[in-house]
């Protein structure tokens, strides 16, 4: 059975800074892709950040200069790091991974965690 945690989410003000950890448990062979997407109510969920075991990242432009995202191969998690947070950053993020297991390969979702931006 694979999962995938989330934690770091909250409530910070514009301009503050967030972190979200996400970490894969489960019988694991290898994980080609990690990253984050979000999404708000009524729209259609979106790219924010990925990485490859490689450690090539893409982002989305509004993210880009502000988000980093890393991972870390032994221990299956993956870092969001968010600096100068937006109110438009506002989302649930969800967490998202190509993954294989010893049988087969899958993609995978989070439960979500909630960013709020708000003075």
């Known amino acids: 059975q694979v999962q995938l945690v989330e934690s770091g989410g909250g409530l910070v003000q514009p301009g503050g800074s967030l972190r979200l950890s996400c970490a894969a448990s489960?019988?694991?062979?290898?994980?080609?892709?990690m990253g984050w997407y979000r999404q708000v109510p009524g729209k259609q969920r979106e790219l924010v950040a990925r990485?490859?075991?490689?450690?090539?990242?893409n982002y989305a432009d509004s993210v880009k200069g502000r988000f980093t995202i890393s991972r870390d191969n032994a221990k299956n998690t993956v870092i969001l790091q968010m600096n100068n947070l937006k109110p438009e950053d506002t989302a649930v993020y969800y967490c998202?991974?190509?993954?294989?297991?010893?049988?087969?390969?899958?993609?995978?979702w989070g439960q979500g965690t909630q960013v709020t931006v708000s003075s």
């Open positions: 998202n991974a190509d993954l294989h297991t010893i049988v087969a390969g899958a993609n995978y």
């Open positions: 489960g019988t694991i062979f290898r994980i080609p892709t």
């Open positions: 990485v490859t075991s490689g450690g090539s990242t």
